[in-house]
């Protein structure tokens, strides 16, 4: 019963207490480092719904990544602007993919099993990523070198693949 009222917080977060909540909880994730390992998930039900479960081998991580489109540098000489390619760039990843492939890349031993969202500001968006411990998974496939985020096989990454409408 407790996750339905958490949920409907989160799902509107202006209009409920998670907005001031999420004012001074920003301030202080400003501050600590990119990749930051937590003890339990700022939003329990979310990730009791996408599969973590509170026991040893299941570990969440919150992730910063910056926020906009894809910058490119402009070319210091030898075309006109319409040849520049500098405006008009879309990355191919949404910004929730990049933060499960750096939680990944930091924890080489463990499986990314999902993410969801749980804050942005002006500059940067958060992500908590549910990490799993390779050996509580029999039905990933082990030995394939990389890990399922890089391979496009979790939620966000099916999305970008156009495998989830």
């Known amino acids: 019963m ?5 949920a409907k917080a989160w799902r509107r977060p202006e209009s409920s207490y998670v907005k001031e909540l999420m004012q001074e909880r920003l301030m202080l994730w400003r501050r600590q480092e990119a990749i930051l390992r937590l003890d339990k998930p700022t939003r329990l039900d979310r990730a ?14 919150r992730v ?28 191919a990843k949404s910004v929730r993919l990049i933060a499960e492939e750096r939680a990944g890349k930091r924890f080489p031993n463990l499986e990314v099993l999902n993410s969801y969202w749980v804050g942005e500001d002006g500059r940067s968006q958060w992500f908590e990523v549910m990490l799993v411990d390779k050996t509580l998974l029999p ?3 082990l030995g394939k070198g990389r890990g399922r985020a890089h ?14 409408s």
């Open 2 to 6: 407790a996750y339905k009222y958490m």
């Open 48 to 61: 009791r719904r996408l599969g973590y479960k509170g026991k040893p081998g299941y570990i969440v991580v």
């Open 64 to 91: 910063r990544v910056r926020r906009g489109g894809l910058r490119k540098t402009r070319p210091k000489m030898g075309r006109s602007q319409k040849r520049m390619g500098v405006t008009k760039y879309k990355p």
């Open 139 to 141: 039905e990933i496939e």
């Open 151 to 164: 391979r496009g096989l979790t939620s966000a990454g099916r999305k970008v693949r156009g495998l989830r």
